[in-house]
């Protein structure tokens, strides 16, 4: 009887072997290609879908970068006929958006030489009306995961930026549904609070026939920088106003020596804040609190309140409206003709009408965007950020105005 030569088995049993090794690394390369594949087409349809949902921010909106260019206007075009003659213009907001615009017009000492101290007329734009309510798709129970799926972006924007400090809250007017994101953290409102200064002033003096005619002097009762104040770069002292235009330059310039002479008119800063706090006052202007910026430092203070009260402040101006609007229609005439350009005009459509103020206080790198946004539904929209650059701030208002207008696209479309 022949062995088997152990060698040869050996040698056979290593062929053996080393064939399924092959056959196995062979069967996981083709797995591993195959799912590949599978996955890069995943991404490539969920891609898709985004942008059927959100056309013109894939890429943009959801940047982490701070730099501007990182959120542009979507592309909508506006086709406006005049004569005959049709143009189609796309505008990318610019970058120093948030910084004190002066305006190229001679200084009070040359003014001086020719004022005329009579108070000039004042022509009052159109009155603003909203536009009609679009046909809502989304169901409650899908709108509130919308919802909630805005309330995640803002906070994911947060945690990509700690250098900036965000607070947000929506409103809508329409249905009432809201949502905030540190609403309730003590902000410095600036400017903006000609919004609920100017609400009581119509509330409780103006009206429907208030006294807007009444003339105030320009002297030196209030001090103001030539970059705050639209009076103190273009008159000098004795030039006389109608209470009408310094109501006007309060909310459309910015204007924070018109804004003290409202206050005055209500009886000084302290009745004035008693009246704001009737509406609102989870954070009230006169309460010192604590609070630490976007670079940490730790402020004990007065002069805040809270992006919840304005937004109360906003529901509370546009529940008059709807109810009375002749009580309160020049203060949203006059935020739908603010001069100083919206960074969320970025996030909208070119002919959304935005009707804002933005408080700025450069000092803290504080600014506040606040509006109420004639789009698909008429919403309150009050956006806080704390920047090192006001391009940061730019960038972060306008790119939650985009997660915004994602939201309100998803319910109509």
Avoid: W
Wanted: contains cysteine; charged residues 20%.
């Amino acid at each position: 009887m022949v062995r088997p030569n152990p060698t040869f088995l050996k040698k056979a049993e290593g062929i053996k072997t080393s064939r399924k090794k092959r056959t196995l690394i062979i069967v996981l390369v083709l797995l591993a290609i195959t799912l590949g594949v599978v996955f890069v087409s995943s991404i490539a349809s969920a891609q898709d879908t985004y942008r059927l949902m959100y056309p013109g921010l894939v890429g943009a909106a959801t940047s982490t970068t701070t730099g501007y260019s990182a959120y542009q206007r979507p592309v909508h075009t506006t086709t406006e006929t005049t004569t005959q003659v049709t143009t189609t213009a796309t505008t990318t907001l610019p970058h120093a958006v948030l910084a004190a615009t002066p305006t190229p017009t001679v200084s009070p000492e040359q003014a001086g030489v020719f004022q005329n101290n009579s108070p000039d007329l004042y022509t009052e734009d159109p009155n603003f009306s909203f536009k009609p309510i679009g046909i809502r798709t989304a169901s409650y129970q899908q709108r509130a995961v919308y919802l909630d799926g805005l309330k995640e972006q803002v906070a994911n924007y947060q945690k990509t930026h700690p250098g900036v400090r965000i607070c947000y809250e929506f409103i809508s007017l329409s249905y009432g549904d809201r949502m905030g994101v540190d609403e309730l953290d003590p902000v410095v409102p600036s400017g903006a609070m000609a919004i609920p200064v100017s609400i009581v002033y119509y509330d409780k003096i103006a009206g429907v026939t208030g006294p807007l005619s009444e003339v105030v002097t320009y002297d030196n009762s209030y001090k103001g920088s030539r970059y705050s104040s639209y009076i103190a770069k273009n008159y000098s002292y004795g030039k006389q106003f109608y209470m009408r235009t310094i109501l006007n330059y309060a909310v459309s310039k910015n204007d924070s020596i018109a804004l003290n002479y409202v206050i005055a008119q209500l009886g000084g800063i302290d009745t004035t804040i008693a009246e704001i706090k009737k509406i609102s006052s989870y954070v009230s202007y006169d309460d010192k609190v604590i609070y630490k910026d976007y670079s940490g430092k730790e402020f004990r203070t007065s002069g805040t309140i809270s992006c919840y009260d304005m937004g109360n402040y906003l529901s509370y101006m546009y529940r008059t409206f709807t109810i009375n609007p002749s009580v309160n229609q020049r203060l949203f005439n006059d935020m739908a003709s603010n001069e100083i350009e919206s960074p969320l005009a970025a996030a909208f459509p070119q002919d959304t009408r935005i009707l804002h103020v933005l408080g700025r206080n450069t000092d803290r790198r504080a600014y506040m965007e606040c509006a109420i946004v004639d789009y698909k539904e008429p919403f309150a929209l009050v956006i806080y950020v704390e920047a090192a650059s006001s391009s940061d701030a730019g960038t972060a208002i306008a790119t939650l105005g985009g997660y915004t207008q994602q939201f309100i696209d998803s319910c109509y479309n």
